[in-house]
């Protein structure tokens, strides 16, 4: 089943990343946002979107943007999977939110559940012991010997064994993930929005990490092959609706003479919440030709206002605003058992 789950991945990089570059962000976030989830960090995409803008309403959708800006570090760094490497993830994590752990190995002890070490569900290394732990594990994530969903499911159930920071294990672990993916060639183009599988179903999910800690390497290899099936079957449906929307968008403004206007449809398909300051500073086109393309924008109802941040005002694409919300709903459908 790894291994088949590693044709679609790779099958899902290629039809993902053909033609729709741009988005690749939609799906980077929608990862971010299923991993925050599992930690119950939830915001909707519109309030995700403004936050990327800098809005500050939303602590939560703070949060997911921070968690953003690990997984692309994820990426970034994936040439080397090393424990600095690690670190400059969680750093990039918990930079905003808790800058005095951001990076920094714990030195302390911490426990899962329970009110101390002694009634506790689990007890991870001590911490003199973690940065030894996080070698070998580095050590183990730069081997080419183990197929690679296989590799990054141990990887990651090791890393939440160890727990080596005093907060943000679960969503760095996470973003671990991708930057093996990335390292071993998987992906190239986009990411495998794995975290949304998990999402399905936390309880398999939380019960396969304590079955990897008591030995059983098994059930989270297993549960990261089920979840890369319904996180790839998701990430189409999000990309199918997407591209429609696209469309849509295309058919309404294709009678205008304003290329800036042509032009923001497929920038919408990366930031579906934009300024007008922003499109003046990706399509360097004049001032003018930016005020005249909004219009056209909100007259063919492409764009809707969303008030303001920092005192600029914001326009949000509501279809694809929706599509994220609706590929988020479709993650968080828990399975019954």
Avoid: C
């Avoid at 403004?50 to 760094?77: E, F, W």
């Avoid at 936390?202 to 890369?228: H, K």
């Avoid at 003479?257 to 449809?265: E, I, L, N, W």
């Amino acid at each position: 089943m790894a291994e088949q789950a590693i044709v679609e991945m790779v099958r899902f990089d290629a039809e993902m990343g053909a033609g729709t570059a741009p988005f690749a962000n939609l799906l980077l976030r929608s990862e971010s946002a299923a991993s925050s989830q599992i930690e119950n960090l939830t915001a909707g995409s519109r309030k995700i979107a403004l936050a990327g803008l800098g809005d500050t309403s939303s602590g939560n959708a703070r949060l997911i943007m921070s968690n953003v800006a690990a997984m692309k570090a994820a990426l970034d760094l994936s040439d080397d999977l090393s424990v600095q490497n690690i670190r400059e993830m969680h750093r990039a994590l918990m930079l905003e939110s808790e800058p005095d752990i951001a990076g920094q190995i714990r030195e302390s002890q911490v426990w899962i559940h329970g009110s101390s070490p002694h009634t506790a569900d689990f007890v991870p290394p001590h911490h003199e012991r973690v940065t030894a732990a996080l070698e070998d594990l580095a050590e183990f994530m730069q081997r080419d010997d183990v197929p690679a969903l296989t590799q990054s499911a141990i990887a990651h159930a090791q890393f939440e064994t160890i727990r080596p920071f005093a907060d943000g294990n679960g969503r760095t672990g996470r973003a671990i993930v991708g930057s093996i993916l990335r390292n071993k060639n998987v992906t190239e183009r986009v990411t495998i929005p794995v975290s949304s599988g998990l999402l399905t179903d936390t309880a398999t999910y939380f019960e396969s990490l304590t079955a990897y800690r008591e030995g059983d390497i098994q059930p989270i290899v297993e549960l990261f092959a089920e979840s890369t099936f319904r996180a790839i079957d998701n990430g189409r449906q999000l990309g199918a609706e997407i591209e429609e929307a696209r469309n849509e968008y295309k058919g309404r403004v294709m009678h205008s003479k304003s290329k800036v206007a042509h032009d923001v449809v497929d920038f919408l398909t990366s930031e579906p919440a934009i300024t007008a300051q922003m499109l003046k500073h990706r399509t360097d086109a004049s001032e003018s030709a930016v005020y005249r393309a909004m219009e056209v924008l909100l007259d063919a109802e492409v764009l809707k206002p969303a008030g303001k941040v920092k005192g600029m005002a914001v326009y949000i694409a509501t279809d694809i605003i929706d599509a994220l919300d609706d590929f988020a709903a479709r993650a968080g459908r828990r399975q019954r058992h």
